[in-house]
């Protein structure tokens, strides 16, 4: 229990303080406006715009609302004017009843920034009622000895209207008995008291008819008028008399109908028939007739109607006490009702705002009031919403609540709350109320497109056709609608020389690439440029990711045979001693390819040869050696095809021709010829031929290999530079080297080659190789000519 109470102290701070938090959305102080009632639809109360100091179209802008309370439209704003109609025409009596002045309240909702107006609208009353009376005829039995002066209480008659047009003063037709006077009530109503100006005379006149006239204070008046119908008695010298003046009761507003709330005694002193007492209500209202009945004989009051204690919580009732001579007493009972609570919170939903965009702050949702028409703590209300939700409830004035975001809204996290308001009562039970608000956060470009990856790696293969789809690129967008829509782009590349325009393409849709032309492994081996998705949205936000194309190399380009040289010239013969053994070194087939990898793998094979099994070539290096000695059966003339074949799919190859002559030795002055005639020519001039052979031979392999390595050069520059000259990466099988893609060659050798032209017989010479087993450490071939 003591939790319970500090609990509800805490919350009863917490209402205080929104309470107090609530008057700085206050706008300026109240205004007061009047009209009469029954005035006709559409009449101008005020301009609001000129009393508030805005401009006309300010109205608009900030979205002025004109909020009563129970959302009844009793005015009409014009946002275009300013001004303040009226919506229908207002029947004072029905919005007030008798309370006087009648006000009716109502408030200004502006917004941007959000700001309340309280303003008062005075209804004022216009004669439009007559004084009525209950009973048109009114019973009244006198004693005849009753004496001059005595006062007689009469019915009292009701008029709705209130001030001076509600009832003033009562009147009587001029006669020699009575007159009337006109009293007031504690409650301000006016009720009549007839008077006896001189006594009765039941012998001279038994009966007397008068008319009382009701007047108010209208300009014209207006009246009502009733019968009085005086019957004179004989004596009956005792009136009843009440046990009680005055009766104080309380009762449940929730009783139930029937129950007896109070019973009043009266007695007489007289016996017989002027003794016997029956009890009726004595200037009841209607509403008093329809929620009470009294019995006359017990003096039992009932309630007939259920209590309603915001409608009414006070009755006061006039008893009358009647005896059988017509004497009477009087006695009022005060009853006072007691408030249960049987009245849940009501929420007034005054304006929304959905979607709300998101990452904005203390943004208003919603503009509500509540009310409860209990009273007390049962009038009391808190509102709340659930805690783990961004907003807050902010309250302002009267009972109006604000419905605000606490911190920045992501819609990516949540697009949709579902606002629960619950407002609840301090009563015993208490009873709650819960309105449901569905919110929707809109869409702002907070997210950058983002890439499924950093850096992508193509690869297509070489002499690809135009226009050919090499990969794609994908980034999303967490953001949605427009927001969401990715656009591609290239961007350009670092190297202003990459020519990527003519290269590559992007559609700008779905990010796949696309090859606009064939490339070529030999000329541009690969290539980096990057790609940019952006958004639609506003600012466009964007991200970039880095495309690597690798072009793999195809098998394009046929071997070429470096030496022995194809120039179409005479060709040149390879001179083998006849004191050759097996292994020996006759010739090297030099040969490249444009390829890299393993199609540049290069194999040498013996295709065709004059006296086969003589010579053999070593796949792997090229070299042409013998198979087995020399003898002198063999010829001496012998032609050989070596056929160059690369190693990729399908392979491809090239053939060179070879002459080998047999010789018995460099030191001979001529060579024998095949032939009789021929060996007659034996002396200087073969040894002239040989010699310019040679030269020839030389020459030529000289000047090919300077441009070979010119040619690497050349592309090692332009590969330093930035530019296109593909270099040879891949491994190399067993003792196979690569040369800067130009080819395979075994591992360098190293030849002397030694002319002597003196008188004696010239000498040609091979040498084996001085470092046979030296491994290349350069991509260029070393090759070294002395002579």
Not at 242 to 255: A, D, G, K, R
Request: net charge negative; with cysteine.
């Amino acid at each position: 229990m003591e939790a319970r109470g500090e609990r509800f102290l805490g919350q009863r701070q917490v209402l205080f303080l929104f309470v107090f938090l609530g008057g700085s959305l206050a706008g300026s102080e109240s205004r007061r406006y009047s009209v009469v009632e029954e005035t006709e639809r559409g009449y101008l109360i005020a301009n609001l715009a000129k009393d508030l100091g805005l401009g006309v179209g300010e109205l608009a802008v900030r979205g002025a609302q004109v909020v009563s309370k129970g959302n009844k439209q009793h005015f009409q704003l014009n946002h275009q004017t300013g001004d303040l109609l009226l919506h229908e025409k207002l029947d004072r009596e029905e919005l007030c009843g008798p309370t006087e002045p009648c006000i009716l309240h109502f408030q200004i909702l502006l917004q941007n920034p959000l700001q309340f107006i309280t303003n008062e609208l005075q209804v004022i009353d216009v004669n439009d009622h007559s004084p009525v009376f209950f009973e048109n005829e009114i019973q009244l039995k006198l004693l005849e000895n009753t004496p001059p002066g005595t006062i007689i209480p009469l019915e009292n008659a009701e008029d709705l209207d209130v001030g001076r047009n509600s009832l003033q003063n009562y009147t009587i037709a001029p006669n020699a008995h009575f007159h009337v006077l006109t009293r007031s009530r504690r409650d301000g109503r006016k009720y009549p008291q007839l008077v006896l100006d001189k006594a009765l005379d039941r012998e001279e006149q038994p009966e007397l008819i008068l008319t009382l006239t009701a007047l108010d204070g209208g300009s014209p008046p207006r009246s009502g008028i009733a019968q009085i119908h005086i019957l004179v008695l004989d004596i009956n010298d005792n009136a009843p008399e009440f046990t009680q003046s005055l009766y104080e009761v309380q009762i449940l507003e929730n009783s139930p109908i029937n129950s007896v709330i109070v019973t009043v005694s009266a007695s007489d002193l007289d016996t017989g028939h002027f003794g016997t007492v029956s009890y009726a209500f004595f200037h009841a209202s209607e509403e008093i007739r329809k929620t009470f009945q009294l019995n006359p004989i017990t003096g039992d009051i009932q309630l007939v109607k259920y209590l309603n204690y915001e409608v009414m919580n006070t009755y006061e009732l006039d008893i009358e006490a009647k005896d059988g001579g017509g004497l009477s007493g009087e006695t009022t009972v005060i009853v006072q009702v007691v408030d249960v609570n049987d009245n849940p919170p009501e929420l007034t939903l005054s304006s929304i705002t959905s979607p709300i965009p998101e990452n904005s702050p203390e943004t208003v949702v919603a503009v509500f009031s509540v009310s409860d028409l209990d009273s007390g703590d049962n009038g009391r209300i808190m509102c709340s919403i659930e805690n783990n939700l961004p907003f807050i409830l902010k309250p302002s004035i009267e009972n109006f609540y604000t419905l605000v975001t606490n911190t920045a809204l992501d819609r990516e996290t949540r697009a949709e709350y579902n606002i629960t308001i619950t407002v609840t009562d301090l009563g015993t039970p208490r009873l709650k109320t819960q309105h449901n608000i569905t919110v929707t956060v809109s869409d702002v470009n907070d997210n950058a497109p983002a890439f499924s990856q950093s850096a992508y790696t193509l690869r297509v293969r070489e002499n690809n056709s135009p226009a050919l789809h090499i990969g794609s690129v994908s980034a999303t967008d967490r953001d949605s609608g427009a927001n969401a829509q990715v656009t591609y782009s290239l961007l350009p590349p670092h190297d202003p020389r990459l020519p990527l325009a003519s290269l590559v393409s992007i559609n700008a849709d779905n990010g796949q690439l696309f090859a606009l032309r064939s490339l070529d492994f030999e000329a541009l081996r690969a290539f980096e440029f990057g790609v940019g998705a952006a958004d639609r949205g506003s600012p466009a936000l964007s991200s970039q990711a880095l495309v690597r194309v690798l072009v793999v190399d195809d098998n394009d380009n046929s071997p070429f045979v470096l030496y022995p040289p194809q120039n179409g010239s005479a060709p040149c013969s390879e001179l083998v001693p006849r004191a050759a053994e097996a292994g020996y070194l006759v010739t090297k087939v030099v040969a490249v390819d444009g390829d890299s990898g393993q199609n540049a793998w290069l194999s040498y094979q013996l295709l065709r040869a004059t006296e086969p099994g003589l010579f053999g070539v070593w796949a792997h290096n090229g070299e042409v050696r013998t198979a087995r000695p020399l003898s002198e059966r063999d010829a001496v003339q012998h032609r050989l095809v070596v056929l160059v074949k690369d190693n990729g799919e399908p392979p491809l190859s090239a053939s060179v021709t070879l002459h080998v002559l047999l010789v018995d030795g460099f030191s001979q002055p001529y060579l024998p010829l095949p032939d009789a005639a021929a060996a007659e020519a034996r002396a200087d001039p073969l040894t002239v031929y040989l010699v310019v052979a040679l030269a020839s031979v030389s020459s030529l392999f000289l000047l090919s290999v300077l441009v070979f390595v010119a040619v690497r050069l050349c592309r090692r520059s332009r590969a330093a530079s930035g530019g296109g000259c593909p270099v040879a990466e891949g491994p190399f099988a067993g003792h196979l080297v690569d040369v800067s893609g130009a080819g395979t060659l075994s591992h360098s050798y190293q030849y002397e080659v030694r002319l002597t032209g003196d008188s004696g017989t010239n000498e040609f010479k091979f040498l084996k190789p001085i470092f046979p087993n030296g491994l290349v450490q350069d991509t260029e071939t070393k090759a070294k000519l002395q002579f």
